[in-house]
């Protein structure tokens, strides 16, 4: 099955490296979620995904399959002019980016989709926005105000929402309770005078995503939620989707769409959780390209037990370079095809609706979900 005709809607990913932190940076921290320097050195080159993307890139840039061979040959590029021609070939027709991390190292939206000639939309990190506005309020009631009338107020201008929480207290997100206003108290009592802190306070931040969450179901707009895999900042346990049972059954939240992102190792679970809720959605981006073949295939053969094909979307969720784009995009055909192509020999598709789900999970089931025009 041939899918390099159907575009990307590429609904999760970063922005790109400005030029001169790209020609700086080493290959190593591309192909890997860890940040110790042991690991990126040492043990990185003998991934799979290293070793695998290695002859990928060496075969676009025509040099031999090695890391020194393909350093020395993506210097001999231009970046803008690598950037179009490696999102030209991934056929990716929308990006929609998550601005809240690297903001001294990465290029803005627009000008990230400038340079590669792909329409982009913002995607806003709720954790970053709170925490920018807590210099600037002495109660939590305040904050929250604050909070909430920024979500108002750029919601006509966003793709939609994300949320971190996982990396920071967990899944398990709980109503707000009386006890909100002593925590922020005393996160503030611990801050510097004009600090932004990393919040990692459960009580504080169930309230401020629960109020996000509100927002979200008004404005009709995606809350992207990390699940699953990331880098060691995330306790992997409590980053389980099925703990987001509560908010899935909020009635307060009735109509919101909810993308469970990553997932990996807990595609089944995503996959549930979208068999049962209307508005369970899930992704298995990241999981490709940074498994094995084996395991990309396994992925979207689970995501597919359960998960109606119109709930299982794609997305690269590559940043900092564009050869993580073309490696997603490139990866991410090859093992829809593969499973598709399963499907129809095990007699769960025809020909022509192994097609029709290739094309929903690529680009229509995204270019559905998520707005293309401010919302009402």
């Not at 320097?37 to 676009?60: H, K, N, Y």
């Not at 909100?180 to 004009?194: D, H, I, M, P, W």
């Not at 401020?208 to 927002?215: H, M």
């Not at 020909?351 to 270019?367: G, P, T």
């Amino acid at each position: 099955m041939e899918l390099s005709h159907i575009p990307i809607y590429d609904h999760h990913a970063h922005a790109l490296f400005r030029e001169e932190i790209w020609r700086s940076t080493p290959l190593e921290p591309y192909f890997s979620e860890a940040y110790d320097s042991r690991v990126l050195s040492q043990f990185v080159p003998d991934t799979l995904f290293f070793r695998r993307s290695l002859r990928d890139l060496a075969e676009f840039y025509g040099c031999e399959a090695t890391d020194e061979a393909v350093r020395a040959a993506r210097q001999g590029w231009e970046y803008a002019e690598l950037a179009r021609r490696m999102f030209a070939q991934a056929n990716i027709s929308q990006w929609l980016i998550d601005d809240g991390i690297w903001p001294d190292l990465l290029m803005g939206v627009e000008e990230s989709g400038a340079l590669a000639g792909v329409p982009v939309r913002r995607i806003l990190r709720l954790e970053t926005e709170l925490a920018k506005l807590i210099p600037w309020h002495d109660s939590y009631a305040g904050l929250e105000r604050a909070f909430v009338e920024l979500l108002y107020a750029t919601a006509p201008t966003l793709a939609g929402f994300k949320s971190i929480i996982a990396y920071r207290s967990g899944l398990e997100i709980l109503p707000p309770g009386l006890e909100v206003e002593q925590s922020y108290t005393a996160l503030k009592r611990r801050l510097q005078a004009g600090e932004v802190p990393k919040i990692t306070n459960k009580t504080l931040l169930d309230a401020a995503v629960w109020k996000a969450l509100e927002v979200a179901a008004e404005t009709e707009l995606p809350v992207q939620f990390h699940t699953g895999y990331g880098d060691p900042d995330l306790d992997l346990r409590r980053a389980n989707p099925l703990h987001l049972r509560a908010v899935l059954e909020e009635p307060r939240f009735k109509g919101l769409k909810v993308v469970l992102l990553h997932c990996y190792p807990f595609v089944r679970e995503a996959g549930y959780l979208a068999s049962v809720y209307p508005g369970a959605y899930l992704d298995v981006g990241l999981t490709i390209p940074y498994t094995s073949v084996h395991g990309m295939r396994t992925a979207v053969h689970e995501a597919l037990h359960l998960a109606p094909i119109r709930k299982v979307l794609f997305s690269t969720d590559a940043q900092r370079t564009p050869e993580l784009f073309w490696l997603a995009a490139r990866w991410g055909r090859r093992v829809l095809a593969d499973v598709l192509e399963v499907t129809v020999q095990g007699g769960d598709l025809s020909d022509s609706e192994a097609r029709w789900a290739a094309e929903r999970v690529l680009h229509a089931n995204a270019a559905e979900l998520y707005p293309s025009s401010p919302p009402r």
